[in-house]
């Protein structure tokens, strides 16, 4: 599987404020079998980040796009417009799982405002800038990025893109009821004496 990881932060793209959580997530990920084939810094800025999530989805076509930072409430933090300006879909469950999982601990959770999603067949989810906001994220993420990726190439059974999937009908799509749901054969007329 292969993956990228998007810091959004002002000061580490400047170059004043050394980028750790980029690192971590790279050696989570790459410690877990992803190929992480590139880990990029941009200020918080809404068309720079717009750009390189279209390049990780569209041009690079990766499984799973990561990013870290610009989530929380301030005025400059845009991670997640600029998110939702590329997806096709939301996936809100991601989102919400995330955010109630780690305010067990963490209340302050609560504030983020990450989203994740789909591009094509690319899962984009947004991290916290912390590193330890990125840790206890992706530990929570690591049961469900492989079922994620299978599901959206199509790889996961009960989930086959439409080219593969069989061209025999289910029984209903027949229009005959399920072999559970057939009536028992009527007895043929008794015959008058």
Partial sequence: MRAAV???SDRAAAGTHRDESGPLAEQ????????????????????????RLLHYTDHDRLDVVITSGGTGLAPRDVTPEATREIL?????????FLRRETSRATPMSALSRG???????????NLPGSPKGVREYLE?????????????????AGHAAPAEREDTPSPSEKGTPPSSEKSAPSSPPKEAP
């Fill in 6 to 8: 998007l810091v959004v």
């Fill in 28 to 51: 989570m990920l790459s410690d877990w079998g992803y190929s992480v084939v590139r880990r990029e810094v941009v200020p918080d800025e809404r068309d720079a980040i717009v750009d």
């Fill in 88 to 96: 096709d879909r939301e996936a809100p469950g991601i989102a919400e």
């Fill in 115 to 125: 989203v994740a999603g789909t591009r094509g067949s690319t899962l984009v989810v």
């Fill in 140 to 156: 929570l993420l690591r049961p469900l990025l492989p079922h994620a990726v299978q599901v959206l190439r199509g790889e996961s």
